[in-house]
């Protein structure tokens, strides 16, 4: 049996009306909060400092997660938070002089920034640049002093002594920048892609510290 040609037509224009108002509502991302959770890879991260000695930070993957608020369909602005652990190995000059030491450990790093976004298209694909500042504070892990042991009562496990220590840790300004593109799927599921470089000041007589980041994040929207 076939279908008139005037049944043709109207299917054809109900699908295209549908295919344009989920595009519509996909890409109208102005006045609505969005959250997001992601992946990234930290590259490996090698600084020298002064008499020979070295830093030397592998790669390594965290997460992040964050949110936004979306004025317009190009402008947002949010925060974000992440946290990574790679492997190191430090070189350093003991104060009672030669031979240098190494120590290699797993240091954690967890940064948290207000971030603000421009989307260059409204449409559900679009390219987008980012810029943060906020802090971030990195523990080397290695104890500074000695340890001490604490004791408590606790409700399920009885009389406690457990010990406790400090460690080498700072806490740094840091900047972020990054290029990335953005495909809203539907009118609260998206997906982001970036790449991008946070740049910690550490005070090291090198620089400040800069560190390369590939980014995959899932992003939900209301």
Do not use: H
């Not at 925060?79 to 450990?105: C, E, I």
């Amino acid at each position: 049996m076939k279908i008139s040609t005037k049944i043709q037509l109207a299917l054809c224009c109900g699908i295209f009306s549908v295919a344009i108002a989920g595009t519509a509502s996909a890409q109208d991302r102005a006045q609505t909060w969005e959250f997001n959770f992601g992946l990234f890879n930290s590259e490996s991260l090698n600084v020298d400092g002064n008499q020979g000695t070295s830093l030397d930070v592998d790669s390594e993957i965290g997460f992040n997660l964050g949110g936004a608020y979306n004025f317009t369909n190009r402008l947002a602005l949010g925060f974000d938070f992440g946290w990574v652990s790679p492997r190191y190995n430090a070189t350093f000059l003991p104060d009672t002089g030669l031979p240098y030491q190494t120590v290699s450990a797993r240091l954690d790093a967890f940064s948290i920034q207000g971030k603000g976004t421009y989307n260059f298209l409204e449409g559900p694909i679009t390219p987008y640049v980012e810029l943060g500042f906020g802090w971030t504070d990195i523990d080397s892990n290695i104890i500074d002093g000695p340890v001490n042991t604490g004791c408590w009562w606790d409700p399920w496990w009885g009389y406690i002594c457990a010990p406790f220590y400090d460690t080498y840790s700072e806490t740094v300004t840091s900047w972020s920048g990054a290029l990335g593109v953005r495909w809203d799927i539907n009118r609260t599921l998206g997906l982001k892609a970036s790449y991008g470089r946070i740049d910690m000041n550490t005070g090291v007589n090198s620089g400040d510290t800069e560190m390369d980041l590939w980014k995959a994040e899932v992003v939900w929207r209301y």
